[in-house]
């Protein structure tokens, strides 16, 4: 049986091999996972200001700018100049933009389902009902946390 400390190690070399499955899922179908991420703000979000971006990335305004020159270099995304705020640069994605995101999001998907597919439909649910009570307890603890 494994102890605690044991399973948080387990949990980080496991949260590292994902995240590089991931990773080269997502570079196999064009992207990165910063541009990734940016083209799924935009996509949820529609049209962004710059430092809305910013704020949703939880990235500096210099590594937004960066991404946003390469995306728009590519032909991912558009600028254009806020309606009532001239300091204000708006962002959205191009159609070429939603194709490419799309893909990226598709590629991310099914090395998910890949990987959740190696477990019997009785693991998949065990380890479901496992990670809903994780969950529940740091949504526990946040409440907690902003109470105090």
């Not at 044991?6 to 997502?26: D, N, V």
């Not at 937004?64 to 204000?88: C, F, I, M, Q, Y």
């Amino acid at each position: 049986m494994a102890n605690s400390q044991e399973l948080a190690q387990l949990i980080g070399e496991f949260g590292k091999a994902y995240t590089r499955r991931i990773w080269s899922e997502m570079e196999r179908a064009g992207t990165t996972p910063a541009r990734a991420r940016l083209l799924a703000a935009l996509h949820c979000q529609g049209t962004c200001q710059m430092s809305a971006l910013g704020a949703l990335l939880d990235v500096t305004p210099r590594n937004v700018t960066k991404l946003v020159d390469g995306l728009e270099a590519e032909g991912l995304v558009a600028r254009k100049p806020h309606p009532s705020d001239r300091r204000a640069i708006l962002i959205s994605l191009t159609e070429r933009g939603k194709m490419v995101g799309k893909e990226s999001a598709l590629a991310d998907h099914a090395a998910a389902a890949w990987l959740y597919e190696q477990l019997n439909p009785g693991e998949r649910r065990h380890l479901a009902r496992i990670l809903r009570k994780l969950l529940a307890t740091l949504a526990a603890e946040e409440v907690v946390a902003a109470e105090r």
